[in-house]
Structure formats: C-alpha cells, structure tokens
Nanobody, 115 residues
Framework: QVQLVESGGGLVQPGGSLRLSCAAS????????MGWYRRAPGKQRDLVAT???????TYVDSVKGRFTISRDGAKNTVYLQMSSLGPEDTAVYYC?????????WGQGTQVTVSS
C-alpha cells in the first residue's frame, strides 16, 4: 500500500503562485509514475501533470509553461509549482501514484484563485 498526503493548497489572487506537495509513504518502492489531477466544481477529475521515476514529465496543454512538476526522491515527495494562476485553476488537486499493483490517491487539497 501507498499513502499519499497533499498539502499547500489555499486561496491565492489571480496571477499568483502556489506550490503543492505530495508526500508518499508505505510501499514507495513500487511507485512508477506520480501525477497531479484536479477536479473543478461541477466537472470530472482531469489530469494536470505526471512525472516518471526517471524524471520524464508531461503536462496538459492548459498548464504548460505555468506549472512545473518535480520530485524529491530523498523526501519521497512530489511537487506541483503553479504560477500565473487564474480562476480556471480553481479546483481540488489530487496526487496519484501509479504502482505495480494499482493506483493510489491522496485526499486532495483545495486551490481557490480569486480576488
């Protein structure tokens, strides 16, 4: 089993920045890819960014150039640095770990972009 705990969400003004963290524990040796997803109000949960164990990254088009996903192996933590935030980025952000045995999700952290 893998446990994931997200943190770093909050209220930010348009144009601002936030950094989300996702700390993994448990069977972390089994993790292949980590990803950030988000669910905006009234919408389905969508992929935002992923990072493999080798450091390869992917991003959804709407966040390219604004968001950066990274991982710190020593801390077993994945980050999502978000900048130039807009109201469209308001959502609950979830961390997901893809392992040999399946997928594991965190509980989510709320990001609200509003003036």
């Amino acid at each position: 089993q893998v446990q994931l705990v997200e943190s770093g969400g909050g209220l930010v003004q348009p144009g601002g920045s936030l950094r989300l963290s996702c700390a993994a524990s448990g069977s972390i040796f089994s993790i292949n890819t980590m990803g950030w997803y988000r669910r905006a109000p009234g919408k389905q949960r969508d992929l935002v960014a992923t990072i493999t164990s080798g450091g390869s990254t992917t991003y959804v088009d709407s966040v390219k150039g604004r968001f950066t996903i990274s991982r710190d192996g020593a801390k077993n933590t994945v980050y999502l640095q978000m900048s130039s935030l807009g109201p469209e980025d308001t959502a609950v952000y979830y961390c997901r770990a893809a392992t040999t045995y399946g997928y594991h999700w965190g509980q989510g952290t709320q990001v609200t972009v509003s003036s």
